[in-house]
């Protein structure tokens, strides 16, 4: 006879904290006002912005719902360690992670420098295991959780000129799904996100006369688009899916 699994549990919101990195603006702003309206207690990570980081927690509690500044860098690894020891001495635990933060430095690969590909691998590689690697020990603790990374449709496909990114956005999607295999049964979900061309301030120097043909939908997306997906991914609902790259592209890839 095949052993019955427990149905999968069903946490208050508002006893999970959600952490999300880079979210002083762009796509990582809209996952934080999207989770606490969701019910989520939102810690807010950010590296340089306090004006920025501060607008966006503003904006979370006069919607009623409850935000934590933590300012670090998630590439520096004593710095993310210092902060996240610091966030788990609240009692409440961290059961929802999205790894955001990210940069690009964009050269057709003979201009690339070593300095600006370290920098970019640092950020969106080194980033995810020094915030994500601490917790999840604890998550396995709770037997629940869920870590959402953005990766891109560059590191899908790829594209000229982001070898840098488009490499450290497929590292994601790589370490995304083997993650995901080690904690299913921990009711721990992984998944990635892979956004187009969204309307923030990272596409500012794209030539939009020429991307906006390659789109079949023919239009940018936009950042609370992608936050809707990811507090879906975030919520109850989203129990069975994991180890899966979700693309939200307007049909790009």
Same mark, same amino acid.
């Given at each position: 006879?095949?052993?019955?699994r427990?149905?999968?549990?069903?946490?208050?919101?508002?006893? !999970?904290? *959600?952490?999300v990195?880079?979210?002083?603006?762009?796509?990582? &702003? +809209?996952?934080? /006002?999207?989770?606490?309206?969701?019910?989520?207690?939102?810690?807010?990570?950010?590296?340089?912005s306090?004006?920025?980081?501060? /607008?966006?927690?503003?904006? =979370?509690?006069?919607?009623?719902?409850?935000?934590?500044?933590?300012?670090?860098?998630?590439a520096?690894?004593?710095?993310?360690? *210092?902060? @996240? *020891?610091?966030?788990?001495?609240?009692?409440?635990?961290?059961?929802? @992670?999205?790894?955001? &933060? $990210?940069?690009a430095?964009?050269?057709?690969?003979? %201009?690339?420098?070593?300095?600006?590909?370290?920098? =970019?691998?640092?950020?969106?590689?080194?980033?995810?295991?020094? #915030?994500?690697?601490p917790?999840?020990?604890?998550?396995?603790?709770l037997r629940? $959780?869920? !870590?959402?990374?953005?990766?891109? =449709?560059? $590191?899908v @496909?790829?594209?000229?000129?982001? #070898?840098?990114?488009?490499?450290?956005?497929?590292?994601? !999607?790589? &370490?995304?799904?083997?993650?995901?295999?080690?904690? +299913?049964?921990?009711?721990?979900? #992984?998944?990635?996100?892979?956004?187009g061309? !969204?309307?923030?301030?990272?596409?500012?120097?794209?030539?939009?006369?020429?991307?906006?043909p390659?789109?079949?939908?023919?239009?940018?997306?936009?950042a609370? /688009? #992608?936050?809707?997906?990811?507090?879906?991914?975030?919520?109850?609902? %989203?129990?069975?899916?994991? $180890?899966?790259v979700?693309?939200?592209?307007?049909?790009m890839?």
């Amino acid at each position: 006879m095949r052993r019955r699994r427990n149905s999968p549990r069903e946490l208050d919101p508002s006893s !999970i904290r *959600a952490l999300v990195t880079g979210a002083s603006r762009g796509i990582g &702003a +809209a996952v934080a /006002e999207a989770l606490a309206a969701a019910g989520h207690p939102v810690i807010l990570n950010y590296r340089a912005s306090d004006e920025a980081a501060a /607008e966006v927690a503003r904006r =979370v509690e006069a919607a009623g719902g409850s935000c934590t500044l933590s300012k670090f860098d998630v590439a520096d690894a004593e710095a993310a360690s *210092a902060a @996240i *020891a610091g966030l788990l001495e609240d009692e409440r635990p961290i059961g929802v @992670i999205v790894n955001n &933060a $990210g940069i690009a430095r964009d050269a057709p690969f003979p %201009a690339l420098t070593r300095e600006d590909w370290q920098a =970019v691998l640092r950020t969106t590689l080194d980033g995810f295991f020094n #915030v994500t690697q601490p917790l999840v020990m604890p998550m396995t603790r709770l037997r629940w $959780g869920r !870590i959402i990374n953005l990766s891109s =449709v560059s $590191g899908v @496909i790829g594209n000229r000129g982001q #070898v840098a990114y488009a490499a450290a956005k497929a590292g994601i !999607i790589g &370490a995304t799904r083997s993650l995901a295999r080690e904690l +299913a049964k921990r009711d721990i979900t #992984v998944n990635a996100v892979a956004p187009g061309l !969204i309307e923030t301030d990272m596409i500012k120097d794209v030539p939009l006369e020429h991307a906006l043909p390659l789109i079949p939908a023919r239009r940018l997306g936009t950042a609370q /688009e #992608v936050a809707s997906l990811v507090a879906y991914l975030a919520s109850p609902a %989203a129990g069975y899916i994991t $180890g899966q790259v979700l693309g939200i592209n307007g049909g790009m890839a």
